[in-house]
RNA sequence: GGGCCGGUAGCUCAGGGGUAGAGCAAAUGACUCUUAAUCAUUAGGUCGAGGGUUCGAAUCCCUCCCGGCUCACCA
């Protein structure tokens, strides 16, 4: 960044040498709070039970926001990672060193301070200051106190202004950590085992999406950032870990808008034994505990709807809504030209490079997809589009496969696992044909190494894929991804 | 990528052909219970960038950059 020499930091630079001159350390490092803001607010509590006015003197700390110089009196207000507290500096209680130091500081200065918490005569809870420490100088000046900082593309870039000006955005933060927490105890309590796999990878598979491509010079070859866990995991389930989830960011490089980003999380799941219907339970009642744990209640808002979390969810054969909703029966209409012309001939703009699977998805998602509020279960799906899918038992040309939608958005994607190696093959080979015939769509890729282990055995399996950030928006009722990731992707200036 | 909206002081925003504005923040001064403290004074600008029209452009036109919403794409 280029040295912007304007007036205020200017001042602050001075204040800077000024520190220095006094032999002051604007940076140190040997102050160790007892309390932070909320612990003086309990401290005071205590004391006034017992009738007392003022508590023993305790070390507090904190980015000040505020300074209010009323002469011979300095009311400062510090903010810490819990809350804010105010100090109280009157020129007859501090020392020496604090008199010539208070001068120096600046709203957006680190402070560290030293003195009893009691009440103001205005019933203020307040630390009155026998001395303050000066714990890191800021050079630069902080957003509006009272407006805080509106402006999106500063909020997005300078996050760290974003935290320290709009409470909201660190709650989200700590509310984030919440979710993820109780996620993952959900899971442990279920007896999945937590683990890690590749990032980098040689195919891009478990996926239909673009990855990005990297390069690994001691191995002189192309790696690529996943897509999904799913292979990963499987994996790890034929080598006997019966129950495995990874939550972990995968990485798609496509559009970006407020429902997704280049980077995002996700919680992928595999149970031994169990089948989609399985699934199904467990996902709701994953949903249900979180949200109880975090927000206490079965009903959330999202925007203008009340979301029920309550189990069951609506339960919606695919099939049948479609024909529905669209007059269209999959399993009637396996031509491409002629779903083309009847998605055509309903006003669906339809490109021409497109497969059969590729319509199919687009058709589900205009015609079913945004009225699915409540959280529902969109199932069995055409075999066609699920190349990781289990066949029904009832019909082969469908699959046991589930999507959970939620607000209209795609929060989930299940099935019970295809653990038959040589249909996996003929799939996987399906799709690469179909990737040569329609060189713009994305399809799985064939992944040799996977198929080898499949050949060596999975148990009967089930499976979900989770989108975190999604989660995390509709419990934290915010409409865009970008205010649950803290540093979603931009443009560079 | 298309459409619409926006980018003016550190921040929040006015101003839409005729000398660049306010509040907060900053500086100086007054004030020992303020909390959006108050009062007085001062300073602060490449009006996103570049081109054009005009006697004169923050303002009108064109191109570009950045962002938001939306449609398309993308599971």
């Not at 950590?177 to 442990?188: A, G, S, T, V």
Request: with cysteine; net charge negative.
């Amino acid at each position: 960044m280029e040295p912007e020499i304007n007036a205020i930091i200017k001042s602050r630079l001075k204040k800077l040498e000024i520190l220095y001159e006094k032999g002051i350390d604007p940076y140190p490092t040997d102050f160790k709070p007892t309390h932070n803001t909320k612990a003086c607010l309990e401290l005071l509590c205590d004391i006034e039970k017992k009738g007392l006015e003022k508590s023993e003197v305790i070390y507090s700390a904190g980015r000040i926001t505020a300074i209010r110089k009323m002469g011979k009196a300095i009311f400062i207000d510090i903010l810490d990672e819990v809350g804010k507290i105010q100090l109280l500096a009157r020129n007859n209680t501090i020392d020496e060193e604090t008199n010539e130091l208070i001068e120096l500081l600046d709203i957006g200065d680190w402070a560290g301070v030293i003195g009893p918490v009691f009440r103001t005569r205005r019933n203020e809870p307040t630390i009155q200051v026998n001395s303050i420490k000066l714990l890191s100088k800021s050079l630069k000046p902080l957003p509006e106190k009272w407006h805080g900082l509106k402006n999106v593309e500063t909020r997005y870039r300078q996050r760290y202004l974003d935290l320290i000006a709009n409470t909201e955005i660190r709650e989200i933060v700590k509310q984030r950590d919440n979710i993820i927490f109780e996620l993952r105890k959900f899971m442990k309590e279920k007896g999945f085992t937590e683990v890690e796999t590749p990032i980098l990878v040689p195919i891009p598979a478990g996926a239909m999406a673009n990855p990005f491509k990297t390069y690994h010079n001691a191995l002189d070859r192309e790696l690529f950032l996943r897509i999904a866990t799913e292979l990963y995991l499987k994996r790890m389930v034929v080598g006997g870990i019966e129950r495995v989830f990874e939550i972990g960011r995968l990485f798609r490089n496509e559009g970006i808008d407020s429902n997704h980003n280049p980077e995002f999380t996700t919680m992928e799941s595999y149970e031994a034994y169990a089948d989609y219907n399985d699934v199904m339970e467990m996902v709701e009642n994953l949903f249900e505990q979180i949200i109880l744990n975090v927000k206490g209640t079965h009903e959330i808002q999202y925007g203008d709807n009340k979301l029920n979390f309550k189990p069951p969810w609506t339960r919606l054969n695919l099939r049948e809504t479609l024909k529905d909703k669209s007059g269209i029966d999959f399993n009637l209409c396996g031509d491409v030209d002629e779903l083309k012309d009847k998605m055509s001939k309903m006003g669906i703009e339809v490109r021409n490079q497109l497969t059969w699977s590729g319509l199919m998805d687009k058709l589900i998602s205009e015609k079913i997809e945004p009225d699915l509020i409540q959280p529902t279960f969109l199932t069995d799906y055409p075999r066609e589009m699920s190349p990781l899918a289990k066949p029904s038992k009832e019909n082969p040309n469908i699959v046991e496969r589930f999507e959970g939608f939620i607000a209209g958005m795609e929060v989930c994607n299940a099935f019970t696992e295809l653990n038959d190696p040589i249909d996996q093959r003929a799939r996987f080979e399906n799709q690469e044909k179909m990737r040569e015939e329609f060189p713009e769509e994305e399809g799985d890729r064939l992944d040799e190494d996977f198929l080898i282990a499949l050949e060596h055995g999975m148990p009967p399996t089930g499976g979900v894929g989770i989108g975190i950030d999604r989660m995390v928006m509709l419990i934290l009722n915010q409409p865009s991804i970008r205010e649950v990731i803290t540093f979603p992707q931009l443009r560079s200036l």
